[in-house]
């Protein structure tokens, strides 16, 4: 019978991947196969649609980092959520299969945590598929009895994972000097492990008490870090929506390894923290990637009349865009030293200069210039004075820009204005939701300011 016709089918395949029954060798080599197949299609038709490329089975090898195509050229900003979208599925069900798949093999379920590491994740999966299947337990499996009070289990068991938090992030930045997917993806997961797994050793409870105290965990944890000034609270807001559904992972997973059949066992937590420093040794670079945003207006005048209000531009006014009044930087004024090709343009923004020698100068057609130097991208917010975490320095970068001048025939222009960057942060494409918008606003802030120049006269 067809399988999407047999309830009983339909019925193992969600009682697999809920974790209600063991996953034998069998089970996690056909539904590995079909996850990643209908993974790959996704990917091709979404990387077709924004860019044009066709995505190769090679390219995988530097999907842990970045999410995107090698290939470099435009994409449709709706590829980097589309990407991360689609991918956070697929990345929990395959941690997920991972560790049932361990249990049943007679390993304790923290071997998943190896899932996260590039290239030890296709070694691991390949032990898995050879690994015989563990004789079932006879007799049912003992219960697990409370070794303390509901609320010292909760202490202590969150302040494990805010612990986690705060060294990864404090002690990993400074000797790994990288904002890598050892950081966004490894350590949300250990946190929410570490939590998950004491909060269950200590007492039993169930799966929704152990995703309440994750997520306390994990917004506690970005407190912590704000209150030792080691993050402010842009970052820690752009970072949350994906740290707390991988929290959530790891507590799942961490509560299965609390359990009898998990083994239960100190050691083996210990063996999954040690997968946040083998992840920033063995993971890809970032930052090979480079990416445009375009935007543009239109402008009641022809091209000529506009050409010198985008060369050097007046001071702009104060900006009410609640973005840039939270930090973000944001753009002032425009000078240029010289003119043609070789001069130097000055575009000033509020936490610093951009250096921008010009490479291409056709008056009314096209403005080039590259990026030799450029500011920290924002002031972040914090309790403290001039905290100033790496990333604001280096880890978005500018490298250059252009303004082309489109004669619309009727006394229009269309301005149009790219810049194209690079994200040393991963995973590379969810970073770039934020950076695409980010840029597309400073954009907005100064074709509108010529546009409102140009056509007051």
Known sequence: MNVFTNNSAIQRIVGVWAGAQPVTRRMYLTHGVLLALVKYLGDIVLIYAASGTLWTPADYVQVFPSLLPSQSGYVTPALAPALVTWMLPFFAVGVTLTARRSMDAG???????????????????????????????????????????????RI???????????????????????????????????MGACTGFLYNLFRPVTMKETGSLVIVTALVGSVALLSASLEGAICL???????????????????????????????????????????????PPTGHVMHEVRSSVIINAPPDAVWPHVV?????????????????????????????????RHCVFSTGAFVEPITHWEPGRRLSFDVIESPATMTELSPYRDVSPPHLHGYLRSKRGEFRFVDLGDGRTRLEGSTWYEIDMAPEAYWQMFSDALIHRIHRRVLDHIKEEVERG
Not at 127 to 133: Q, T
Request: no cysteine; net charge positive.
């Open 107 to 153: 390993y304790s379920p923290w071997v998943a945590s190896l899932f996260l590491v590039p290239f030890a994740n296709y070694a691991l999966i390949g032990a898995l598929l050879l690994l015989p299947s563990r004789p079932p337990a006879r007799g049912p499996l003992p219960a697990r009895p409370a070794r303390m009070g509901e609320g010292t289990a």
């Open 156 to 190: 202590l068991s969150g302040a494990a994972g805010v612990l986690v938090a705060v060294m990864a992030v404090s002690v990993g930045i400074s000797t790994i000097a990288s904002y890598g997917g050892w950081l966004f993806i490894g350590t949300p997961f250990a």
């Open 237 to 283: 807001a752009m970072a949350m929506p994906i740290a707390i559904p991988l929290a959530l992972l790891g507590g799942v997973v961490g509560r299965w390894a609390a359990t009898p059949a998990g083994t239960a066992q100190t050691t083996h937590a210990m063996f999954m923290l040690l997968a946040i420093p083998l992840t920033a040794a063995v993971e």
């Open 312 to 344: 050097a531009f007046r001071e702009i006014p104060e900006p009410a865009d609640w973005v840039f009044r939270a930090g973000v930087a944001y753009p002032i004024r425009a000078r240029i030293d010289g003119a043609g090709v070789g001069a130097v």
